[in-house]
């Protein structure tokens, strides 16, 4: 079955979205629809959910190596 188009990941956003926080891929995708990038800023929250910290997390993240392969996949 293919994935669910909210969940897909956002443009610029390699890999699938993580299936264990589904909530805050769609709340990227949604403020990737209305701004038109994914450059949220760090302390973005949208409906209680703290958006531009968890950006800026998995970029960290994402920059100095410390996801798995199947995370960035």
């Keep these: 079955m293919p994935p669910s188009p909210a969940l897909d990941a956002p443009h ?4 699938r979205p993580n299936r264990v926080r589904p909530h805050l891929w769609e709340a990227l995708r949604r403020y990737a629809e209305t ?8 302390t973005y929250t949208a409906d209680g959910i703290g958006l531009g910290r968890w950006v800026s997390d998995v970029r960290n993240y994402y920059r100095n190596g410390m996801l798995t392969v199947e995370q960035i996949q």
């Design 12 to 15: 610029g956003w390699p890999g």
């Design 35 to 42: 701004h038109g990038d994914t450059r949220v800023p760090r």
